[in-house]
């Protein structure tokens, strides 16, 4: 930590707190991802976990938040990420009441490009939700298993001026049948994300 100044804690979770953080020697702002070693998941082996941040160090991608670097102490791994800063997919829903359809077919492009380059990984990240994706201003063998299945129906009174061939695309990737569901590449390849 002798290069990082830690600042305030931007989220915190069961697992570890993320920091806003300062790399000293050159004044970049980062965010490092604390990860106490008491509280990793007994499968989380020290090899496990450095398969993970292995595999994170490979991925590059403009929608994720690059890891930049990592160390470890004796009670604790620092993952030193890119800092992410800007409004919320939620955020932006909420300040406006709804996305239009063109700008909600845009960022599920962003979103499906960036889980298709996590399976390509074998990696499949189960907590996508509009509260964790940030718009930025700057193993899992299973590539069909992306677990947003849920119930749900398309109430006129939310659903009546948006597309059918957007509604095709929400039903073909929440389809509780995984063979018939879309992966993030099939995805990428509806109508509705390929022809905007």
Sequence with gaps: MEFYQLGDIQTK????????AVFTL?????????LAKSTLDAADTEEVVLSKIDTMLKLDHPHFAKLLDWFEANDKYYLVFQLCTGKTLFDKIRDHGQLAEADASKYMQGIFQAVAQLHQHGIMHHKLNPRKLVILHQKYSNTKAMAW??????DDRYWKDVSDQAKDFIRSCMCGDPEKRLTAEQALEHPWLSSK
């Design 26 to 34: 050159t004044g970049q702002q980062v965010a490092i991802k604390v």
């Design 149 to 154: 299945q849920q119930i749900y129906d398309f």
């Design 13 to 20: 979770s069961v697992s570890g707190n993320v920091h806003e």
